[in-house]
């Protein structure tokens, strides 16, 4: 069974940091592009970052470029979510996603396998 599990979730200030990450089982994922989403109450999911298998190209939505790093370690099947100078905006579940193939995108429907989320809530 192909299971992404999101992790790293909390309750930070306005400022802070924090890192997720996303633990893939069931099949491997270096060969896939990532991605995470995030979904805040009353809101339609969005993109938030995307990389490569390789790791050597990332996209970005607008407002968290600057701010939010997305990583991998395909060794370890896993991807990461460094998020800095969180903002109450931030506030959302955030998925964590697997697209078959090496294309970017930050359109939901073209990614095959998603994670359950996890909270992020920042405080002013």
């Known amino acids: 069974q192909v299971q992404l599990v999101e992790s790293g979730g909390g309750l930070v200030q306005a400022g802070d940091s924090l890192r997720l990450s996303c633990g893939a089982s069931?099949?491997?994922?270096?060969?896939?592009?990532m991605g995470w989403f995030r979904q805040a109450p009353g809101k339609e999911r969005e993109f938030v970052a995307a990389i490569t298998w390789g790791g050597f190209t990332t996209y970005y939505a607008d407002s968290v470029k600057g701010r939010f790093t997305i990583s991998r370690d395909n060794a370890k099947n896993t991807n990461y979510l460094q998020m800095n100078s969180l903002k109450p905006e931030d506030t959302a579940v955030y998925y964590c996603?697997?697209?078959?193939?090496?294309?970017?995108?930050?359109?939901?429907?073209?990614?095959?396998?998603w994670g359950q989320g996890t909270q992020v809530t920042v405080s002013p």
């Open positions: 069931g099949r491997t994922f270096s060969r896939d592009a």
């Open positions: 996603a697997a697209r078959r193939g090496q294309g970017l995108t930050r359109n939901d429907y073209e990614y095959d396998y």
